[in-house]
């Protein structure tokens, strides 16, 4: 195994990392068209504040009733947010003229389960019963997203499509989401939904031979440091 890529590393755009990582996320993606009515735009929170703006947008163009934010203090957000992840989005939203009233907050989550067991508790405790979702996510956090909610949301009749910021992987990374750090999360999400279904984390999602081999090459090339 070769050693491990920092997050600061970088590749050209023609490289064969850059190609398997193209292929890593895309198959994350997966590009589900929006619903609508639905009843509530759940924002799963992270280090990028992207994903806050693409879930205020959704809001603001008229999807949900409620503008939901799940995240506390993560391992990429700890030194970096002064405050809960879903504290730091909320205040986002707000600044893109979604209603203070509208917005929901789940500051205690620290994964992806957390996120969806945490706020079904919040709403539950405001006795809300809601039906519909569109979640909002990382781009190559969607899969991820989707079969966890599938098996940790307790109302398996609940409605949901996965959205993302809507880049390609050629215009996702930017300074505050380094590509090599970007690879490293994905790599080890991939890992994830490979094993997590065994660990009742998640449903099974098909992983097709040639994206796996494009994350097992990317590992060989040192892109391990999110592994699980």
Known sequence: MGEIVEEKDLEGGSSPIERDAKVV???????????????????LCSLDLRVADRAAQLFMDGHGEYLIFSGGTGRLTQGRFDRPEAEVFAERARTLGVPSDKILTEPASTNTGENVRFTWQLLSSKGLRLKSFILVQKPYMERRTYATFKKQWPDEDTRIVVTSPQFEWEEYPNQDNPKGLVINIMVGDLI?????????FQIHQDIPDDVWQAGCRLIEAGYKSHLP
């Open 25 to 43: 996320y895309d198959y994350h993606r997966m590009r589900m068209p929006l619903a609508s009515p639905v009843d509530a735009v759940f924002c």
């Open 192 to 200: 994830r939904i490979r094993d997590y279904p065994a660990r009742g």
